[in-house]
């Protein structure tokens, strides 16, 4: 016990109630709802829609918006940025607020981040770009309070905190850099009014040292504001009769603290909310009272004093940070803080670290803390208050945590300060974090090692060899986050060390025992990856023995100074810096009109602005617009027994009604494809996944109907579920047997064969090789998730707003669902944000709920899923599982291959059949093999149907390929580059076939290979890598060439065909529509340049507003990569149509357009056509035929080669170089082109080595069985800023031109790249390889099969040393003794 505070009532001094004040994009506000989220007011109750919600959890960045306040100790004011989605009103009170509209707009000007971004192309389907420029806006801002010199090196190290799935991320660092000059340059002007600022410098500083009460519940509000007496609010209790809603209390002193959680004993401390917010969000905890902490300087101080220092318990993460960075390099003492430091830039992303407090991680007890094990090590001391009576108490770090999320706190406890003690000379301090991605992610395992030396090391006058022998541990802490149910020292190893001589090489073997005692890991144990966490525990301490070593050496050589210099044995450098070079041969490029230029086009400047719109974004036009929620399945499969919605009805207020299948007033299936009817909008009774659409319920507001979709309670009969392809295979759960509905008319197996693979197969002459190879899900991960608002007119019309690839399918659905006429039914997408094939098809479904409620009830009904319910509900890429059987001879010639794929379909059909065919046709990727039969499985389980996902189908086929390519290599102990080379189709003096009979007319797939091989000098690099490898144990790099050949037209014949309408105005402006919708990949910005070169006038006299199905009808998805091909061809179609009308006014064309088009309207000449297009020359090749022909217009073709460096202690690794070459034809828009090719590049980089889908299955029995467990970012990790290569080459091939009359001679290019990043993947095994040769030779005769995605997990348990070995053999011992 320490000191103790008077808990008597007394005056705590002035009070200010009870609206929150704040100022936003300049404009004041008083709000009465604290509770509610600033995204929600922001978007809600301001219409400033561009700040986005990306996953309302902290984890995408888009919500970010700019604050500026007042210190509450210094005064002074500060600014930084936060996740709107986090942060309640009561938080942002006293704050100026800034979004995306207030730093610039179309109307008042563009801010010079706006422009450039613009300029650069770093804004695709603009869904993230508002929270992008505004964390840029922030650290302009930041470094203008500081008065520090804005530099590219914080442009690089800034965007942790958020995400974009299009662009691959180099845009945006290029337009940046290119700001760092323009603001030093120029400075920029100064934003926001800065005499505002100054003004609001008094009245928010007044207010933060003021206690300020929030409530909604106006009662309670006015009865405070009545009452400039303190006492109104000391004698307020619960026990009133008032009933309060919502409160929350910011106290300014720690006396009102503790008052008014005496007052209050349920209220929630809050600081930065990220740990609450979150709670609330996914968990749905209700609390009701909270007290903010962020005003109370007891809880903000940060002073160093003699012997170490104390952190006030509400101090944010980043002001720790900044006050690290501050600190002398070479000092011992501040050895510990130096470790936190480098934990600390690796916390979260840079908004959670602006407001997340020291305090708050440490009462969560998070035992995958990154920080708390260091704590522990430190032994630093937490002290804290009892709000009930006054007492003090503290306790060490390691005696704090006792159990999963416990510490010794009370309810009425509050954390106060923690006291970081400094290190002496002898005391060496290292910490660790390994997690799936670098940045903003949660430790998977992390650590701290403190080693106190019984001997400093006097460097002058003992030798480097002699300074080793005679250091002894004398005292030893070793503590792990992510091993236990809470962070945990191993005690039994520590105890083991001490006193022992540092020597990694002898302690290892000690600590491999002690350790497994000390962590005792069940297979079943939450996150699973025992085995890896278990190698990780002992390579993180091996390296900090390495480390400490290494530490002393340098120490004892040279000075002071800590290491510098590379260590192998060390950690991969974190520091990132990005340099790329984009080369557009001169001739590719235009040299008149708009094709082949980067046209700046209008889209991208609406995105920077925030001004574009998506589905949720539309304002409602009617008050009683209302909200729907779903009720999904939690069984995988399963009778529904009862639904009891009792609970909803008696207790929610704002209800409107619950549909369910025998409200559909149509039809409650629909069908997809080949007529297949196995879609349902709701289920009927039988559910066959988990997240299957049971109900919809309909309410007031969206928070109305979520509750209410969670108070529906459903009593179930559990079947036998089929999850995974091993599954299904043990089932026999293929087509047609799958015993849903007898799909044998439609389905069979499908297959291509070619030559006479058994015949070679059996030749004794030949080599041989077989394997297989897993492919996991993808999740899409579009920023913007799936919406939709419907809104009934006058008989029976109803107007549908879409996030959809395909309006007309969609249109089709509902249509059908209502048991309409379609012409009753539009469906109108403006944009998306992103789509990637996963709404394609899987947006129906919603919109058919969606329509089915707005039909029924007559009114307006709006949705957009929550991330969490999106990544449940929509399906993701599909699994695949391939087996192989090669036959070689001994020069690498390869003479037969046998595969056979199966895919994970899910419950539905959906796609899955045009997607195992895209995989059959890529199964030879772009090699000659002269005998081959690939088959093709679909695989039904009781998960959600998997869907369309760029590629589809092809890389995981093409992957599957290159592995059989390396197996072959292997076995000949042949660079797989070789292997490639002399397999892959070339066409001298011939046209190749492919294995279905499609001449390879035009082929440049040899050339862009070469040329790659080339430019990156491939053969020296690769030498110079064999050489680093041999000369290092720890640290490996491996590189990797890999080629590519896409097919471009939908492999279905019938979708090959577009149509668009083009309108020419009396004043010749001219309105265009289409049935493709833009996402990002520039289709209407390409549309607008061939419109306006047909008719020879200004882009801007060409507009696209919409994609609609009552303009143009029956359209095809947007997919497959054509739809630029398709439309433009239309559109060409069509525009020449009116050119031929025009010439009969004005045949030589000697009047301006304006005047032409006057004139043809006097005349009475038509102005507007519909063009319409069909690919010609492509057939329907029936794969249940083995039939042959052309099912592809062309390829794109490209390769791409890879460096990588690993760390084989931990399996992270980055991206030394990447480059690619591609042949796309004649770019027509350079900058989207250069775009696409990277934004699919680093999206596969996530498919192989990144993205993880984790569902409660055999493999994750820690889980649920069905159920997902990367429901968000925080589980799902989508490659940062930080993993794209840092040297990125993209070249486009020269003399390129497409052989098929497309326009401009160019080629489609959105899903071709993609595949290019298995280079990554090559990369990796070969420094993998690397890795298991210097090891083991039992390992490195073995080849290496891996699968994808290639994760730190897979990587570092194929490098097979030691710490492996003796992992893998201990967990055989323990399932041996059960
Ligand atoms: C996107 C995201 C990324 C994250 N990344 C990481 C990461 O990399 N590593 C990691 O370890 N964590 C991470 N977290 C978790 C979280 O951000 C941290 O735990 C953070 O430090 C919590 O601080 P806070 O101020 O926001 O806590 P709050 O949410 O405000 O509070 C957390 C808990 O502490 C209590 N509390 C707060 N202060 C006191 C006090 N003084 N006395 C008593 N109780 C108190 C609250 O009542 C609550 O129970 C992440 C969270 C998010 C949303
Ligand atoms: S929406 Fe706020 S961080 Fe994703
Ligand atoms: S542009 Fe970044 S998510 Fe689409």
Redesign the pocket.
Known sequence: MLKTISTESKSLGDTRVAMVLCYINGISHQVQKPEKLLIDYLREDCSLTGTKLGCG???CGACTVWIWTVDPVSMQPICYTV?AC?VNLAMVDSCYIMTIEGIGNRKKGLHPIQKLLTQYGGSQCGFCTPGILMSMYGLGQKCKASKTVLDIEQVESHFD?NLCRCTGYRSIFDAFKEYVQVANQSGTEEQPPQDLLQNLLNVFGTRRRTLRIFTSNAEYLHSMTDSSSLSSYLHFSPSSNINIDHIFIRPTSLEQVMHYKRVYPLA????????????VKMKHRQWKQFIL?NDVPE?LHLNMCSDGCHIG??V??DKILEHIEQLKRSEHRFRAFYALGK?LK????V??RN??????????A?P?????PLLVAMNATFQ?ISCNDGIYKKAIASDFFVGYRQTL?HED????DIWIPFTNESEYVFAY?V?RRQE????IV?AAMRFVLRSACYPDTISFRSTLNKDILEDVSIVY?GMAERIKRAEQTEAALRGSPLDPRLLMPICFDTLDRDFVLNADSPGGMVAFRKTIACSLLLRSFYRLEHTLQIMASHSIHLPKEEDERDELDPSFSCRAIQTIPQHLKSNSGFLGSSSPHPAPFLQCSGEAQYVDDIPNASMDTLYGAFILSSEPHANVLSIDCSQVYDTLPGMTRIFFSQDVPGTNSFSIVHGVCDEQVFCSGHVTAVGQVIGFVVADTREHAKMAARLVKIEYERLPAILTIEDARAQESFEPCCGRMNLSSVLSPHWIEDGNVDEVMNRTDLLKVSGKMKIGAQEHFYLETHGCLAIPGENDELVLFVSTQSPAKTQMAVSKVLGLESHKVVCKTKRIGGGFGGKETRNIFISCAVAVAAHLLKKPVRISLDREEDMCMTGHRHPFLGEYRVAFDKLGKILAVETLLFANIGNTLDLSMAVLDRALFHSENVYFIPNVRFIGRLCWTHIISNTAFRGFGGPQAMAIAETWIHHVAHQLKMDPESVRSINMYRSEGFVPNTPYGMPLIGWTGWQCWQSVLESSDFWNRKQQITEYNAQHRYRKRGIAAVPTKFGISFTNKTYNQAGVLVLIYLDGSVLVSHGGVEMGQGLYAKIVQIVASEFDIPLHKVYISETSTDKVPNASPTAASSSTDLYGMAAIDACRQLLDRLKTVDKDFCLSWEARIQKAYHERISLSATGFYCTPEIDSVDLSQNQKGNPFYYFTVGAAVSEIELDTLTGEHHILRTDIMMDIGRPLHPVIDIGQVEGGFVQGLGLFTLEEVILGDEDHSWLPRGHLFTKG??TYKLPGFHDIPRDFRVSFLSNAVNHRPIIHGSKAVGEPPLFLAFSVFEALRNAIESARSDLSSDACELFCALDSPLTIERIRMACYDEIVSHVLHESKAVKDEK
């Open positions: 959890e902290g984890g996740n986090l905190g929630k401390f809050i600081v930065g909310n990220s740990e609450v917010g979150i709670d902490l809880l318990a509400a944010s993460l934990q690796r916390f979260g992303g908004q959670i407001v997340a407090s020291l305090g708050g991680n440490i009462v969560t998070s995958i803390s990154d920080i708390q804290w706190l406890d509050l954390l106060v974090k997690s903003d992610d949660i430790a992390s986050g970012p925080s």
